[in-house]
């Protein structure tokens, strides 16, 4: 449900009441980052006030910033990050400038429940969720947090990982049965990528991750986070109490071959099922072919088309539609191809709220990027609530 330039939301709720709300926030264009800090404050006010929601409603938030080094200070002193320590909210701080002419833009995420939800820390960059019988597990900002130049993109994968795998085994967690998406910001994509894109097969094979079993959900992607010398930065989503039976992997190998085949070890979706919904997660998607060719190089529009039809098949390989998206972020290469995106995004997903951000995909030849979440009605009580 859009409201204005600048704010949008969607809300879904499932047959238990308990709804889930997707809220994007842009500040105005070509103003200076203390007053689009507070205007983007003032517009999530207005979205939460608007949907009735309780402030500890709030579970995950994401802030895209256009210079981290010089505005993360300030944000991390603004409302908008401090919690009650009785509330914690999971928050992500990413350099992606966003589009058009954006210093600061949020992806929130709230869930709605007549039970009331149980939020903790489990450790620095971990916060759970707790709620009929699940852990919801989001961990954000696992970097190096490096202040001289140390480690390799290799190693600082390793050591990033290592935070999330330490804070799952504490509680009685792995990455192969807990972990189900990772959000993976390289810095000079270009330069560093296939360097953390090996580290991470070599770690996921010694953590049983492999191509007999399953890998993540997951993007990667040009980001950043506010120190100089780290090269990687993650955001994860794991769960507690998952069952085997509650998650199915997602793709149309007409459309798409597996990552595996061309050396990358992700799921291209991961489908989620609960008593009442489902939610389909669906990594970073480029314009890809079967053959795990580039498809329309050089041609923007082309290739967006292409990206998000492959969407649609991960989508409907679930049984859902590009209609039950929940959100979608938009990633280009090159800010001046934003308004030609703008306007194809805008007749075929006129109803799902849309970010676009800079952020260079990982190999040179796709121009952008797409990645979303989806949520669909179902009937399966014999699977967990959510």
């Known amino acids: 449900m859009p ?10 709720r499932g ?27 003032q517009r999530y006010a207005e979205a939460v006030q608007s949907l009735r929601l309780d402030p500890s409603s709030a579970v995950f938030r994401r802030f895209f910033l256009s210079d981290a080094a010089n505005q993360a200070a300030a944000l991390r002193g603004s409302g908008l990050f401090s919690e009650p320590l009785e509330s914690p909210v999971a928050t992500s701080i990413v350099q992606q400038p966003p589009l058009p002419g954006g210093r600061i833009a949020l992806h929130a995420y709230h869930i709605e429940s007549d039970e009331a939800l149980t939020k903790r820390e489990l450790a620095p960059g971990h916060m759970l969720l707790e709620k009929r019988g699940l852990g919801h597990l989001w961990s954000t ?51 560093f990528y296939q360097e953390m894109a090996e580290a991470r097969s070599e770690l996921f094979a010694r953590h049983g991750l492999l191509p007999e ?16 010398y780290d090269v990687v930065l993650m ?6 109490g998952l069952l085997p039976e509650q998650v199915t992997y997602l793709n149309d190998f007409a459309r798409l071959c597996a990552t595996r085949d061309y050396g990358i070890t992700f799921e291209r979706g991961t489908r989620i099922g609960y008593a009442d919904r489902a939610h389909a997660l669906i990594s970073g ?22 990206a998000l ?67 669909v009605a179902q009937h399966a009580p014999d699977l967990p609530a959510f």
């Open 309 to 375: 039809d492959n969407v649609a098949a991960l989508l409907r390989a679930g049984g859902a539609e590009p209609e039950s998206l929940q959100h979608l972020l938009v990633y280009l290469r090159d800010p001046a191809d934003q308004q030609r995106i703008v306007a194809i995004l805008a007749e075929r997903f006129p109803d799902v709220p849309c970010l676009l951000l800079r952020g260079a995909v990982c190999r040179p030849e796709w121009l952008v990027e797409v990645e979303g979440n989806a949520c």
């Open 141 to 191: 900002r696992l970097c190096s947090s490096l202040t001289q130049r140390q480690l390799s993109a290799s190693a600082q994968t390793h050591e990033m990982f290592g935070k999330l795998i330490q804070t799952l085994a504490d509680n009685g967690g792995t990455l192969a049965d807990n972990c189900v998406r990772t959000w993976i910001y390289v810095k000079d994509v270009d330069v």
């Open 3 to 12: 409201t204005h330039d600048g704010l949008a939301w969607r809300s879904f």
């Open 285 to 306: 998607t480029a314009s890809i072919d079967a053959a795990g060719q580039v498809v329309h190089v050089g041609n923007v529009e082309r290739q967006l088309g292409r």
């Open 235 to 240: 955001d994860a989503y794991s769960i507690f």
């Open 15 to 41: 047959d238990s009441g308990d709804a889930e709300h997707s809220i994007i926030v842009s500040a105005p264009p070509d103003l200076p980052f203390a007053r689009q800090l507070d205007a983007l404050a």
């Open 213 to 228: 079993t399953h890998y993540l959900a997951s993007t990667g992607i040009e980001g950043a986070c506010a120190h100089r």
